[in-house]
């Protein structure tokens, strides 16, 4: 199988520190990840796509600056809350994708539980 | 554009009795659809997908979704519901030669097995 690493788990940090999520593929390459958001009882919400070794591409309305997402190796993508405020507490969830095969599935990382206080 | 919809919020049902969650897509072209399951507070777990062939598809714990092409839905169905399959279930899709696109995930549908 595939192993998408996700690390933390949960995190309390409190408004205007900065938070950083990892998301790792332990088994496989990932030249794409995508990083989610998900907010209680609702379905994810695609943030961004994560290419190595290139600039993320983000969905409209999210803000790149806010939301810094660097994908330096085929196994590594980081997403970076900077100066998290309350409203940025929700559950962020990392997929990755093998470098082979355009019909397979995504694999996700066990989500990262973020609380702003 | 690509879109799923999971029309129902909640399904119940008994343990034992067979269950079904709905899903139904729209995608230009052929679709490589997906199942996934969620608990809580964990990630998505991959429970089956259809790429090509047969259009009934046997994933994990005995789940199993059915393509069909001309009402463009992929149900998921369970002969036999467990308590332990309560969770969020999501639908996904992606067109084919979509390049290197996300998956589209519907909205999400919980489902309670009552003992």
């Known amino acids: 199988g595939a192993v998408v690493s996700q690390h933390p788990s949960w995190v309390i940090c409190k408004s205007g520190t900065s938070v950083k999520i990892e998301c790792r593929s332990l088994?496989?390459?990932?030249?794409?990840m995508f990083w989610y958001r998900q907010f209680p009882k609702q379905s994810l919400m695609l943030m961004a796509t994560?290419?190595?070794?290139?600039?993320?591409?983000?969905e409209q309305g999210v803000e790149k600056d806010k939301f810094l997402i660097n994908h330096a190796s085929l196994t590594l993508s980081t997403l970076t809350v900077t100066s998290a405020h309350p409203e940025d507490s929700s559950f962020y969830i990392c997929?990755?994708?093998?470098?082979?095969?355009?019909?397979?599935?995504?694999?996700f990382g066990q989500g990262t539980r973020l609380t702003v206080v | 554009a690509q879109s799923v919809a999971q029309p129902e919020d909640q399904v119940n049902v008994a343990e034992g009795n067979p269950l079904t969650v709905k899903c139904t897509y729209s995608?230009?072209?052929?679709?490589?659809l997906f199942w996934y399951v969620q608990y809580p507070n964990r990630g998505l777990q991959f429970l089956l997908k259809?790429?090509?062939?047969?259009?009934l598809v046997k994933g994990s714990y005995g789940f199993e979704a059915e393509f069909n092409k001309s009402q463009t839905s992929f149900h998921l169905k369970k002969p036999s519901a467990l308590v332990s399959d309560s969770a969020l279930y999501f639908c996904a899709v992606r067109a084919r030669n979509s390049g290197n696109t996300p998956l589209v995930f519907g909205k999400g549908t919980r489902l309670s097995v009552i003992a």
């Open positions: 259809y790429i090509t062939g047969d259009n």
């Open positions: 994560s290419n190595e070794g290139s600039k993320a591409t983000y």
């Open positions: 997929s990755a994708r093998k470098r082979t095969g355009p019909n397979t599935e995504a694999f």
């Open positions: 088994d496989f390459q990932a030249t794409t």
């Open positions: 995608v230009s072209g052929n679709p490589y």
